[in-house]
């Protein structure tokens, strides 16, 4: 099946595509110029989709496990056979480059494989004379995902994937700035799926909050910005509705002296400036010990030129533009708020001419600790550098943020780094690397970083209420005399 962008594209409610009751374009990042036009999905429509998400959910839940192991192996499958015609719309619509897509729908599809083996336990609690009781976990009911726009296909799976083999039924929302590849896949998956299990919406600005306060959806996951995640706990709250939020990060890495600078600058490059920036566990912050520190920024900027800024379209562009103009905006704000406390830019620091949400990869060179750049979430290609001399100052200049969600720690001593690790408040640290995430590892915030997990069985328990049951045996009847 060839995707065509100028193609109608439509809502998924009750396994029927739905024209929305409007439209809103949706812009190319590197050039500025209309894709398509997405439905912007109406309350009314939104009604519809969780009626028809209700209305599966009693035979979805009663569906045995192996069936619904199944349909997640056959959405894998939908992603997989149609990569590029996928490939190709998201990059159109989200500017990363075509291989960087080709990861994220083939990630999207691997999610869905792996987390299809997962199983979901029953434990017993007592057994004995009197009585046997055992707890297990049944879903919940209807969820409400809501994805983002830097990986609009393997986020949505991360929701889509473990609420579907709990035995739950959807209503998906992708990011107004990237709904079209999550819509076309929609399409895709109609007749795949039961009716009703899988509907998709998507709308501007209004759309998350009619979602977030609706009264038939009993649990939201939610993919975002911290900001944001405020503002759906407290919508959800109204309702008691559960809640699985991953937000914000300020991830820092930790360069050790004894590292090899050439051999880990172009791994810490990546780790900082993969997908331009915009992720929510890339390095943010980068301390470097005072040994290295020349040696390392060096070899930083080194690297960095050699690597093509472009459209992802084009051949061999290696990072893309900003995805959207308010965060464009917002990147753009932080580094002339650098310039202007005279902080220096070893690279970049310009605005590229348009048209396209173009920022070049910009290191700035040992900023205060207190700057904006150091202490906010620039979700962009501005990475500040900073030297350390002593480890406790470092890890305690690590976890001074609200943020908890990933760190790094570079080291030839990788026992030393595992002991350093426990030290760090953040849901995830890697040693030696960046961003790796495992269906198969729980993944999740502290602090201000986020509620609950994604991945792993600790993830697929957070689509299912624990219920527990007992059961008083009968007394033995009593001997024949």
Not at 5 to 10: C, M, P, V
Not at 324 to 342: F, H, M, P, S, T
Request: charge should be negative; charged fraction near 20%.
């Amino acid at each position: 099946m060839s995707i065509a962008f100028d193609k109608d594209f439509t809502l998924t409610i009750g396994g029927k595509g739905v024209a929305g009751a409007s439209t809103f374009p949706v812009l190319n990042p590197a050039n500025e110029q209309v894709v398509a036009e997405a439905p912007d999905c109406s309350r009314a429509q939104l009604d519809t989709a969780v009626a028809a998400a209700r209305a599966a959910f009693p035979a979805w839940s009663a569906t045995p496990i192996a069936e619904r192991r199944k349909a997640l192996l056959a959405i894998a499958g939908v992603l997989a056979a149609n990569l590029e015609d996928l490939k190709r719309l998201l990059t159109a619509e989200q500017g990363k480059p075509h291989a960087d897509a080709v990861g994220d729908v083939m990630g999207g599809a691997y999610w869905c494989q792996a987390i299809s083996g997962l199983d979901i336990p029953t434990t017993v609690v007592e057994d004995t004379a009197e009585r046997r009781g055992e707890t297990r976990h049944v879903p919940i009911g209807v969820v409400g995902a809501i994805a983002p726009w830097n990986f609009p296909i393997i986020l949505a799976m991360f929701k889509v994937a473990p609420a579907l083999l709990a035995g739950n039924t959807l209503v998906l929302k992708p990011s107004p700035f990237t709904p079209l590849t999550t819509l076309k896949i929609g399409e895709l998956l109609r007749g795949v799926l039961p009716d009703g299990v899988l509907n998709i919406v998507s709308g501007g600005d209004d759309l998350g909050p009619w979602m977030t306060s609706h009264p038939g959806i009993d649990k939201i996951s939610f993919t975002g910005s911290t900001a944001t995640g405020r503002k759906v706990m407290a919508s959800a709250a109204t309702s008691l509705k559960r809640v699985t939020l991953e937000l914000g990060g300020n991830d820092a890495a930790i360069v050790m002296p004894d590292v090899d600078v050439e051999q880990v600058a172009e791994q810490l490059f990546w780790a900082a400036f993969r997908n331009t920036g915009q992720i929510c566990i890339a390095t943010k912050r980068m301390y470097v010990h005072k040994d290295i520190y020349e040696p390392l920024r060096d070899a930083l900027v080194a690297y960095a030129k050699t690597v093509k800024v472009g459209d992802g379209a084009e051949q061999g562009s290696q990072i893309g533009p900003i995805n959207n103009k308010q965060q464009y905006g917002r990147v753009l704000e932080l580094i002339a708020d650098a310039k202007a406390k005279g902080y220096k830019f070893v690279l970049g620091g310009e605005a590229s001419p348009g048209p396209g949400y173009f920022v070049p990869i910009s290191i700035i060179d040992n900023p205060p600790e207190d700057s904006r750049i150091v202490q906010e979430e620039q979700f962009g290609p501005v990475l500040p550098l900073m030297k350390f001399d002593n480890i406790d100052d470092v890890i305690a200049r690590t976890n001074a943020t609200d943020y908890g969600l990933g760190a790094s720690i570079w080291s030839a001593d990788e026992d030393k780094a595992f002991d350093l690790a426990s030290r760090i408040a953040s849901g995830t640290v890697w040693i030696n690397e960046a961003g790796y995430l495992s269906p198969l590892g729980a993944f999740g915030g502290m602090k201000q970083s986020g509620l609950g997990s994604e991945g792993a069985l600790e993830g697929l328990l957070e689509y299912t209420n624990a219920q527990t049951v007992y059961v008083k045996k009968k007394a033995p009847a009593p001997a024949a005399e």
